[in-house]
């Protein structure tokens, strides 16, 4: 049988996701360290988890509605209005879907036309573009520069909006950079969308991971926002729970509707033991959320300034829980540079070209691990450098 004339040509396309290949080397390997996974070192908290196993216990093992338990849409709507002051109603304007991931391919289908154009800032996470490139649509990149913070200025926006823009990816906190858009960035993004029929989606994964007293502000909250922004989040990140699968999409209901239908026959719904888990997570989990935060700060501040005296230049990494150094004093692209350290110290890292072309020349190091991890990882770095 020729596959090639059975598989869908832009599939074949589409490039691997590049975090998973020192992933898929480093598991053949002994005595490998890795700073690579962007998942978070502690269980799930006990109550959480305590939760979902009283909805097995009690027999709540059924379907839910499509867009999730009625109980935890409402808390979703508190919880949105408490942290972000948002507004949002529980019928018809929040979906609960199979972590955000999934929000975010169901709201880009839900608008998405051969052709539209998809304003997508760059490094950011690994699925945006490979989403829009399935749909038909053309990825606009917004290259975000360390001079800026890769923070996406409204010049650059402005620049990269045209007649067939759909939509922007807003993408922060963000993964790899750590960069955050206070709201004076975000105002300034608002001026240029104001009048425009552009929507946001906005990728709010890590908005509770923010450092150094800065607070996350949505986009949503800014004036006249709301009703062109989808405001996409989940548990995974914020309550260490990735593996129960699941995220949200709040939005405009006329969105919404149609994400729904698109979640509707795809998945059906989210998981129901994970939707329980998830209710406890909202209404008492801030103060388990606060610990692993703290934690994580101190983490933060051991890997910057690790890397840092290393002679590897590190920006302060205000949210997520990701450092990027720059490893242009090397000499090496991004991909040798983590291919000779994994080889020559057994330490894994991804490289910034993941997170699109506008990585280069950058690492992403998760610091989602113990002290000691960090600390062994920073110190076979040190030796790579020295042999280098």
């Known amino acids: ?21 020192y992933f898929d080397i480093a598991e053949s390997m002994e005595g490998v360290i890795s700073l690579g996974v962007g998942e978070p070192d502690f269980a799930t908290p006990w109550e959480i988890r305590k939760a ?36 949002y109603e529980a019928k018809g304007e929040v979906l609960v879907t199979v972590g955000g991931s999934e929000a975010i391919d169901a709201c880009i289908r839900a608008i998405a036309c051969p052709g539209d154009e998809i304003i997508i800032p760059q490094p950011s996470y690994v699925c945006y573009e490979p989403i829009a490139r399935l749909c038909g649509c053309t990825p606009v990149i917004i290259e ?23 939509a922007l990816i807003l993408p922060y906190p963000c993964n790899p950079t750590g960069a955050i858009m206070e709201r004076a960035d975000l105002e300034a993004i608002a001026q240029v969308l104001r009048g425009t029929d552009v929507l946001v989606i906005s ?5 509770e991971l923010t450092f150094g007293g800065e607070k996350h502000v949505s986009i949503a909250s800014i004036e006249g926002m709301q009703d062109r922004c989808v405001l996409v989040n989940g548990f995974s990140k914020t309550f260490s729970m990735t593996g129960w699968r699941l995220g949200f999409a709040c939005g405009p209901a006329p969105i919404l509707k149609q994400v ?38 101190m983490r933060r501040r051991l890997i910057v300034d690790g890397f840092n005296k290393l002679g590897l230049v590190c920006r302060e990494p205000k949210g997520a829980f990701y450092a990027f150094p720059c490893i242009r004093s090397t000499g090496m692209t991004s991909d040798e540079f983590c291919e000779k350290l ?16 506008g990585g280069e020349g950058f690492v992403r190091a998760s610091y989602c691990y113990s002290t000691d991890h960090i600390r062994e990882a920073l110190r076979r770095v040190g030796c790579f450098l020295k042999n280098l």
């Open 1 to 21: 049988m020729d596959y090639t004339r059975i598989l869908s040509p832009t599939v074949v396309g589409i490039k691997p996701s590049g975090i998973r290949k």
């Open 52 to 87: 979902g196993i009283a909805s097995l216990e009690n027999g709540k093992t059924r379907y839910t509605s499509n867009s999730g338990l009625e109980s935890l849409r409402e808390e979703i709507c508190r919880y949105v209005e408490r942290k972000y002051g948002v507004h």
């Open 144 to 166: 975000t520069k360390a001079e800026n913070d890769f923070k996406v200025t409204p010049e650059e926006l402005m620049a990269a909006i045209t007649p067939r823009t759909k």
């Open 203 to 207: 990728d709010e994964i890590y908005a």
């Open 260 to 297: 729904t239908k698109i979640h509707q026959f795809a998945i059906m719904c989210a998981p129901t033991t994970s939707q329980y888990a998830a209710i406890e997570a909202l209404r008492n989990g801030d103060d388990a959320v606060a610990d692993m935060i703290e934690e994580y700060d």
């Open 342 to 357: 994994l080889y020559a110290e057994r330490v894994a890292l991804v490289p910034g070209t993941a997170f699109g072309l």
